[in-house]
Structures are given as C-alpha cells and as structure tokens.
C-alpha cells in the first residue's frame, strides 16, 4: 500500500468526515472534499466558520473517508495530519473554476469573509475493514 492508493481512494469517495477539536470537546462533521493528489488532500472553508477557527488554534486533525460495502460493513480510511492553509492564487482561480459555487457562499456572508483553502500535506493514512476491525493497530500505515 502506498499514498496513491490512498489519493485513489479519497478521490472516488470525497465525502469526508473531519475531526478536529475545540477546547476539550472533539468536533465533527463532513466535508465534500475538494481533491486529493500526492501533495495533498485538499478543502476549502469561510473564515467566519468555527471549523476556520478550530483549525487555526489546532491544525491537527483526523479525516476518515467511508465507502459502503456489503452488509454495511465497507472500507474505511482514516488520515491523521496537520492542516496547513494555503493562501496560492492559482489554486485560487482552479477552485473557482472547479466550484465556480463557492463565490456564491460569500453574497449572504459577513463582511471581510473569504475562503480558505486548506490541506493535509504530511501524517499518516491507513483502511480499516471488518477483516482488522479487532487488530486495527495492525493495520499497514502510509506515512506521507
């Protein structure tokens, strides 16, 4: 197993539930992942979310991609990291063509709101299925 996989995997199953915490209590919720490729997995948030200001006190995070099998079960991957903000202009102007969407958020936003491109560059990845559900700690790590 190696990242590729991993960005495979992520890309066919972008919905993903991320992780983070505020104070003591963990907060999470899913996202619609923007993509994935070896540099990165990559998003996008308003800065006058809670999930922004979460992620600036604390970038570290967890993500967990899911995709459905039979009897429920499916195949899990789950990636631990630090979330570094990108503030690029030409992935700036890709995300606007990719979801030209995004600058409709803004309209109804408060003043001085922006986007704010995320990504996980550098953790840790691994799949969870019913087969390690009691040896997960056994399972093959991806270190990226």
Request: charged letters at 25%.
């Amino acid at each position: 197993m190696d990242l590729s996989e991993c960005v495979k995997f992520a890309n066919e199953n972008p919905v993903t539930y991320v992780g983070t915490v505020e104070g003591d209590q963990p907060r999470v919720r899913a996202f619609a992942m923007w993509f994935a490729d070896p540099t990165g997995f990559y998003y996008h948030t308003g800065t006058p979310k809670r999930v922004f200001s979460q992620l600036k006190k604390n970038p570290n995070v967890e993500l967990c991609f899911y995709a459905p099998g039979s009897q429920g079960a499916g195949r899990m991957m789950r990636v631990s990291g630090k979330v570094e903000f990108l503030v690029d202009q030409p992935l700036e102007d890709r995300l606007n063509r990719d979801r030209p969407w995004v600058q409709d958020l803004l309209k109804n936003a408060p003043t001085g709101a922006k986007l704010a491109i995320f990504r996980v560059a550098h953790g840790e990845a691994y799949f969870w299925t019913m087969e390690n559900n009691m040896r997960e700690q056994d399972a093959p790590r991806v270190k990226f």
